[in-house]
Structure formats: C-alpha cells, structure tokens
T-cell receptor, first 115, second 113 residues
Framework: EAGVAQSPRYKIIEKRQSVAFWCNPISGHATLYWYQQILGQGPKLLIQFQNNGVVDDSQLPKDRFSAERLKGVDSTLKIQPAKLEDSAVYLC?????????????FGSGTRLTVV | AQSVTQLGSHVSVSEGALVLLRCNYSSSVPPYLFWYVQYPNQGLQLLLKYTSAATLVKGINGFEAEFKKSETSFHLTKPSAHMSDAAEYFCAVSERGTYKYIFGTGTRLKVLA
C-alpha cells in the first residue's frame, strides 16, 4: 500500500513569510495528524482530524497556524506569519481510526527552516 | 498527566552487542506504549506496541520490549546490534481513552564497527 505522502520535503523561508504543507494519507485512513518535531525533541501533536472534523487542536498556535482537511482526505497545514522558532520538521501521520492501538503511519516530513 | 522519559539521549554500542534503550512512563492508568524508529530524513516507523496483551512484546527487526508495571518501564532491547540499527528511537505513551501519543525526547543509537 502507498504510504503517507508529504510535500514539499524541504522549505526555507524568511521570517514573517507564509508557508503551506500538504499531506495525503493512506487510502481509507479516517484519522490524520500533524506533528511538529523540533530538533532534539520528540514530535508534538499540533492537530488531529477525524474525517474532516477536528478532534484536538489544543496545541496548535492558532494565531499563526491553520489546518484543514477538506473532503476528509488530503490536508494542508499553513503558517502565517512564520517565526524563527517554527523551524522544525512537520510530520503528517494517518491511522485507520481514533483507537490509538492501531498505531500511526508517518510520512517522511517537511523540514522547514525559517531564517 | 502522562509523560515519558527516555534515559540517555545518545547510546553507542558495538556491532553484535546488546542494545538496551530505556523508557519510563508516568500514567494514572495502564497505558498503551509504543516504540518508534526514525532513520535520517525519514518519518517515524512503528517498531512495536503494548496494548495489554502479553507483557513481552516482539517487534520488527529483532527488537522486543517488556512492559513492567512495577517499574513503570518499557525498555527496548535487541540481542545483537547491526549497523543498520543506527537511528533515533522514540518511546511514546497514550492513556487509554485518549487519542494521541506523548513522545519522549528520543535516543540516538550509534553502532560501532
């Protein structure tokens, strides 16, 4: 089966610019996650979707980050405006459903550098 | 609140030696526990998971982990390290009834020839 696809793989932007990341989950996976992984830290959940509805966005900095999952398939994560501390790898993951024991399948991530 | 602690941000072993990566968790109820591996420039890949069946869990690539409730631990082991095991390893915990992981800070494993 095809994995979780993410693009772009790398992105360098200046602070205060905007950027968008795209994720295509595994076909049939209802649950989609965006994680932020700062260098030297474990991934931190930003937002979780179940189909096209938001389950958890409690750690999403909503003043600058936004995400959507139209039609319950692909998802985009946007940062506007970017700050230096947003430099990180942004990982998308998908799962069959909300049951955590399923485990996630992660994409390869988008490495963002804000200069 | 849930948390997970990985002791040792860097671990070096010789090829053929035992691999032991430590993970301790904090949770008010028996959690689900996971180990993920991340190779350079790749996403995380599930190694194994504990979901309340057998306490000794076998995963891919010869890794296994044992859930010890009395020690609140879920250490990852492999009898004989291979060069291809060099990667970063993340322990994660999820409290039953929640829908998300809390990840540890990771342990980078280096395998010496």
């Amino acid at each position: 089966e095809a994995g979780v696809a993410q693009s772009p793989r790398y992105k360098i932007i200046e602070k205060r610019q905007s950027v968008a990341f795209w994720c295509n989950p595994i076909s049939g996976h209802a649950t989609l996650y965006w994680y932020q992984q700062i260098l030297g830290q474990g991934p931190k959940l930003l937002i979780q979707f179940q189909n096209n509805g938001v389950v958890d966005d409690s750690q999403l900095p909503k003043d600058r980050f936004s995400a959507e999952r139209l039609k319950g398939v692909d998802s985009t994560l946007k940062i506007q405006p970017a700050k230096l501390e947003d430099s990180a790898v942004y990982l998308c993951a998908s799962s069959l459903g909300l049951e955590i024991s399923y485990g996630y399948t992660f994409g390869s991530g988008t490495r963002l550098t804000v200069v | 609140a849930q948390s997970v602690t990985q002791l040792g941000s860097h671990v070096s072993v010789s090829e053929g030696a035992l691999v032991l990566l430590r993970c301790n968790y904090s949770s008010s109820v028996p959690p689900y526990l996971f180990w993920y591996v991340q190779y350079p420039n790749q996403g995380l890949q599930l190694l194994l998971k504990y979901t309340s069946a057998a306490t000794l869990v076998k995963g891919i690539n010869g890794f296994e982990a044992e859930f010890k409730k009395s020690e609140t631990s879920f250490h990852l082991t492999k009898p004989s390290a291979h060069m291809s095991d060099a990667a970063e390893y993340f322990c994660a915990v999820s409290e039953r009834g929640t829908y998300k992981y809390i990840f540890g800070t990771g342990t980078r494993l280096k395998v010496l020839a």
